[in-house]
Every structure is written in C-alpha cells, then in structure tokens.
T-cell receptor, first 113, second 115 residues
Framework: QQQVKQSPQSLIVQKGGISIINCAYE??????FPWYQQFPGKGPALLIA?????SEKKEGRFTISFNKSAKQFSLHIMDSQPGDSATYFCAASMNSGYSTLTFGKGTMLLVSP | DAMVIQNPRYQVTQFGKPVTLSCSQTLNHNVMYWYQQKSSQAPKLLFH???????NEADTPDNFQSRRPNTSFCFLDIRSPGLGDAAMYLCATGVAGGWVQETQYFGPGTRLLVL
C-alpha cells in the first residue's frame, strides 16, 4: 500500500516558469515532510522540509505548501532554471525516535531553456 | 566535510557471485540505512541499523544481508546476486534521539551490474 502519492510523474516547464509537484498522504501519524532532489547518477539530497505546524515554508526559489486537513503538500519552484532539471521525491516520516521515510514515486522535472 | 561515502561507485559482478558494498560516514550518526533504487523508481528501504540494532524490512529478500562493525561503517552483502538485483544501492544516515526529527543524508550510491 503506497502511503504517499505523488503527481505528476513527469513535468516539463519553460525556463522562468513555476514548477508544481503535489503529494498526498494517508497516514495521519506522519509529522515530517521532506522533499529530496536527485540528479542522474547521484544520491538524493534534501531540498526543503516542513512540519505540520506551519502551512508554508520558503527557501529561496523553493516553497512547500502544506494542507493538513486535506493531507496534501506541494513543492513550488519559482523561476525554474535548467539546472533544476532532476527527479524530485516527496517523503513523509512519523516520529518514531528517528527518521523512517516513506517516499513518493518521484517526479522527473525537465526545465527547457 | 562531513559526508556519507560509498565504495565502489560502480560494481560489476557475475550472476551468483557474492558481492559486498560498503558505506562509511563522518557524520557520527547513529542510524544507517540501505536502500535499493531501480531506474525511475523511488528508493526502497532494505534495512537499517539503530546503533547496533538491526531492523530488516519485511519484504527484503534473504539474499541481502548487512553488517555494521562500528558507528562509521556499514556493509551490504548480496550472497547470490541475480539479474533482478542490478540497481543503485544507496546508503543513508540519520540521527535518533528524543523528539528531534532529523532527516536522512544520502551517499552517492553504488551502481551494481549483474552479468
């Protein structure tokens, strides 16, 4: 049973546009929601993360929006650049003393020049 | 710089020939994870260590074993690799303790090819 559903599977955005990736979760025990960025041949790297006590978190061009009642969260990449082309994974974790991530299936983002 | 290191970066083995992948960390994290990632898929957790306590995922094949001789090192042993085990293997680390939620820090991965 997939506990974190991610969409879309792939996304093409023009340079300067806004990239939006959505995730939905089922388990209300999740209380930590990170986004990972992965370039081909590399390991995933933490991009930005949010806890459910806030509805939005912004770091540079990257923003997480969180809707606790809808059990949804999304990643917005403003002014998308070709260097942002990568696979993005949302994840969720519950407080069990240490991190136990449940990943979404990933979104392959291509930013065209 | 503190980091997660995986060796080798690429490993070629023959069908059925045991192989060992290694991971080391300078972060002094007490939790270490091994993931398998196939092309265009999310990382799949195989097992993890909380200090010396080993935690195996229910669907991890018996063909996969792990060792953690000390805090810094963790090994993934594949006893009899099959063609379906060709994948990227990712090591990650994290911190446990109290109510502080820490994320996982991934190494660059080892790409395994089975001939």
């Amino acid at each position: 049973q997939q506990q974190v559903k991610q969409s879309p599977q792939s996304l093409i955005v023009q340079k300067g546009g806004i990239s939006i990736i959505n995730c939905a979760y089922e388990n209300t025990a999740f209380d930590y929601f990170p986004w990972y960025q992965q370039f081909p041949g590399k390991g995933p790297a933490l991009l930005i993360a949010i806890r459910p006590d806030v509805s939005e978190k912004k770091e540079g061009r990257f923003t997480i929006s969180f809707n606790k009642s809808a059990k949804q969260f999304s990643l917005h990449i403003m002014d998308s650049q070709p260097g942002d082309s990568a696979t993005y994974f949302c994840a969720a974790s519950m407080n069990s003393g240490y991190s136990t991530l449940t990943f979404g299936k990933g979104t392959m983002l291509l930013v065209s020049p | 710089d503190a980091m997660v290191i995986q060796n080798p970066r690429y490993q070629v083995t023959q069908f059925g020939k045991p192989v060992t992948l290694s991971c080391s960390q300078t972060l002094n994290h007490n939790v270490m994870y091994w993931y398998q990632q196939k092309s265009s898929q999310a990382p799949k957790l195989l097992f993890h260590y909380y200090d010396k306590d080993f935690n195996n995922e229910a669907d991890t094949p018996d063909n996969f074993q792990s060792r953690r001789p000390n805090t810094s090192f963790c090994f993934l042993d594949i006893r009899s690799p099959g063609l379906g085990d060709a994948a990227m293997y990712l090591c990650a680390t994290g911190v446990a303790g109290g109510w502080v939620q820490e994320t996982q820090y991934f190494g660059p991965g080892t790409r395994l090819l089975v001939l």
